[in-house]
């Protein structure tokens, strides 16, 4: 990961107990375990449209996201690009180098500005192989991740651009704070999607008449977003219910010790806070 992964946002955080922490994945840590990161771990600003490493480059730094939104994105050889997953504070980026290999196989590129916890690979491994729960934790994040990667192969194959677009603003509008205005580009929605600038004009006129979109201008988009999730397929809430259910499942086994328990959860429900 480049240098240009984010730059500290103040003094390292003392950090002595798990359930402070904003990542879900760091969050689930027994204490005596993320006290092994905690010495390590330093609290980045990840800025809008930073690239936090690039395919094909050496992994630097692993980034467990305490908010914000990140793109990962293949690149194609003849330049063309689309989004294989976005991640917020349910993931961690460059996190798959820790898997074997240590060049990123994708671009993070930061889409939602926001902070981040980074540490680098060496002291990460270091602590892993003190710590079955890190192992665990790494198993949940994998899971998670395959499971995107999975519904997104699925969802690029079968349905419209319209409906991938609004899954995608609404991924993106989890991870918003609330807030219906995503700094987003044209540019940003054809890298997302794949497709031409054309294309994504021709897509947001659709969107704005049927009023999913509010507005397109000086690089945001204003959302409605009901009707936006009227308009994306079935895609969101099927992935947002299975990756929350994997990382929730999985903080209960990471706590206890044990097999995840049953948790229930309502289709469709927004990434879970931290902790909770
Ligand atoms: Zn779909």
């Given at each position: 990961m480049s240098s240009s992964a984010g730059h500290p946002s103040g003094a390292n955080p003392v950090m002595?107990?798990?359930?402070?922490?904003?990542?879900r994945l760091l969050a689930a840590l027994p204490p005596a375990d993320f006290a092994l990161l905690a010495p390590h771990l330093r609290k980045v600003v990840i800025e809008r449209d930073s690239v936090l490493v690039r395919s094909?480059?050496?992994?630097e730094h692993f980034l467990f996201p305490l908010s914000g939104a990140i793109a990962a994105i293949t690149e194609l050889p003849n330049g063309q690009t689309v989004a294989t997953s976005i991640i917020g504070h349910e993931g961690a980026v460059g996190l798959t180098s820790a898997l074997g290999a240590s060049r990123s196989p994708t671009t993070a590129i930061v889409r939602l500005p926001g902070s981040a916890l980074q540490i680098s690979p060496v002291q990460f491994l270091a602590a892993q192989h003190r710590s079955p729960p890190i192992t665990s934790m790494m198993q949940v994040f994998t899971r998670s991740l395959l499971t995107q990667l999975q519904h997104v192969a699925a969802c690029n194959a079968l349905h419209s651009v319209e409906a991938r677009l609004a899954r995608w603003l609404l991924h993106i509008h989890d991870r918003a704070?609330?807030?219906?205005?995503?700094?987003?580009?044209q540019e940003t929605l054809s890298e997302l999607l794949g497709v031409r600038r054309t294309t994504i004009t021709h897509v947001v006129s659709t969107m704005r008449a049927s009023r999913a979109l509010k507005s397109s201008q000086r690089g945001q988009l204003e959302i409605d977003r009901p009707r936006l999730e009227a308009m994306a397929c079935e895609c969101y809430k099927v992935m947002s219910r299975k990756i929350d259910r994997i990382v929730s499942h999985g903080a209960v086994g990471l706590v206890h010790g044990a097999p995840a328990r049953s948790v229930s959860h309502s289709p469709g429900s927004r990434l879970s806070k931290a902790g909770s």
């Open positions: 002595d107990h798990a359930t402070r922490v904003g990542n094909g480059d050496r992994v704070n609330g807030s219906d205005l995503l700094p987003l580009t």
